[in-house]
């Protein structure tokens, strides 16, 4: 399922302009976020300066979050933290231009990288809110492959700005 969904990448490029379009997915448009104490198992995130570390830094924190929620079986702080993945905070005007510059074209396909990981978390707090431990587990396997994807793909090119 997931490599399917890898593989079909460049197939999807058409449709991507409309992606584009629509302001590049979540990553770099307007997003709600949530405050908490750095560290905690609970949604972190305050992606403070819009660059793409620092909301790294944050993704990382909240998927600890999953991972800590499913040894505890509490799937409201699965729920929490997998909902603060799917709602990150946007990058900055200026890192998202500094971004443009490295990808160009491929913006289309970084943006699409991160929507896929938007909408597995999404089902993810679904999951959660079920309390279904099997599609836990699956679903957050499936969020890591994604998240790990994009960094192959696009982290060397981008660590380098
Ligand atoms: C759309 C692409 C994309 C997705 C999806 C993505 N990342 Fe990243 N991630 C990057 C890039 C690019 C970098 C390197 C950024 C840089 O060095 O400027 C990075 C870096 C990181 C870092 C290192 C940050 C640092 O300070 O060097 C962590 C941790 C991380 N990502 C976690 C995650 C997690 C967890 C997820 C999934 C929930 C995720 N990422 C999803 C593109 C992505």
Request: charged share 20%; proline share 4%; aromatic share 4%.
């Amino acid at each position: 399922m997931i490599d399917r969904r890898l593989r079909t990448f460049p197939a999807a490029l058409p449709s991507l302009a409309l992606v584009l379009t629509l302001g590049l997915g979540f990553l770099l448009s307007a997003c709600a976020s949530t405050a908490v104490a750095p560290g905690s198992d609970l949604p972190s995130e305050d992606g403070a300066d819009g660059t793409l570390p620092r909301i790294m830094a944050g993704l990382s924190e909240d998927a600890a979050g999953v991972n800590a929620g499913i040894w505890l079986e509490d799937f409201d702080s699965i729920a929490a933290s997998a909902q603060a993945i799917a709602d990150h905070p946007t990058v900055s005007d200026e890192e998202r231009a500094s971004i443009q510059a490295v990808l160009g074209e491929d913006m289309a396909d970084f943006a699409l990288g991160d929507k896929t990981v938007h909408e597995t978390a999404v089902s993810l707090v679904e999951a959660a809110k079920a309390q279904d431990m099997a599609e836990v587990l699956a679903l957050n396997a499936k969020m890591q492959t994604e998240c790990v994807a994009c960094h192959t793909e696009f982290r060397g090119r981008l660590a380098d700005r």
